[in-house]
T-cell receptor, first 114, second 114 residues
Framework: AQSVTQPDIHITVSEGASLELRCNYSYGATPYLFWYVQSPGQGLQLLLKYFSGDTLVQGIKGFEAEFKRSQSSFNLRKPSVHWSDAAEYFCAVVVTGGGNKLTFGTGTQLKVEL | NAGVMQNPRHLVRRRGQEARLRCSPMKGHSHVYWYRQLPEEGLKFMVYLQKENIIDESGMPKERFSAEFPKEGPSILRIQQVVRGDSAAYFC????????????FGEGSWLTVV
């Protein structure tokens, strides 16, 4: 079955440390890939997206993600985390030819220690 | 430049009442999606609509839930005879068309059934 996996439910990092949030997908074809961030009680904000081309994509707030076809992964990274980055992060995919129906991972809750 | 607008942001209903959630897509967007986020879970696709048409309702519960996107006015997600298990955040999203276009989310409507 098609799925999106975010293996880490909770991650805690110190402010200023680097961050990597993992995302793996299982689809036959290359999907469109997204990372969204959600603060408590808020909606989802798009951080970045990958459709095609350069496999390293830059997003807002200093985030980047790298698509690795061989590993079916689309991990999110940030070199230096800020306390305001504490939130929940969702990886999502759209299967090409499947309309725009997003399939989400279960999310990773990021806590930042000062 | 308004984004996806949802209202109400918070709604409290007693068991057995009806809940109506409204969504106005971004200007120029003709595709609307509804997602549900249950406590401690990720977002699950419910339904995808275009003006006056339901394109994909594979995620909609079989009973009590319905959605519409009329020619004029917002999209409506309607939940009849609500039960406690319907308590969740309901997110609307929109896109200009399919084929890999970015999907933008509203701030969500939090339904609490008491």
């Amino acid at each position: 079955a098609q799925s999106v996996t975010q293996p880490d439910i909770h991650i805690t990092v110190s402010e200023g440390a680097s961050l990597e949030l993992r995302c793996n997908y299982s689809y036959g074809a290359t999907p469109y890939l997204f990372w969204y961030v959600q603060s408590p009680g808020q909606g989802l904000q798009l951080l970045l997206k990958y459709f095609s081309g350069d496999t390293l994509v830059q997003g807002i707030k200093g985030f980047e993600a790298e698509f690795k076809r061989s590993q079916s992964s689309f991990n999110l990274r940030k070199p230096s985390v800020h306390w305001s980055d504490a939130a929940e992060y969702f990886c999502a995919v759209v299967v090409t030819g499947g309309g725009n129906k997003l399939t989400f991972g279960t999310g990773t809750q990021l806590k930042v220690e000062l | 430049n308004a984004g996806v607008m949802q209202n109400p942001r918070h709604l409290v209903r007693r068991r057995g009442q009806e809940a109506r959630l409204r969504c106005s897509p971004m200007k120029g967007h003709s595709h609307v999606y509804w997602y549900r986020q249950l406590p401690e879970e990720g977002l699950k696709f419910m339904v995808y609509l275009q003006k006056e048409n339901i394109i994909d309702e594979s995620g909609m519960p079989k009973e009590r839930f319905s959605a519409e996107f009329p020619k004029e006015g917002p999209s409506i997600l309607r939940i009849q005879q609500v039960v406690r298990g319907d308590s969740a955040a309901y997110f609307c999203a929109s896109s200009p068309e399919t084929g890999g276009n970015t999907i933008y989310f509203g701030e969500g409507s939090w339904l609490t059934v008491v």
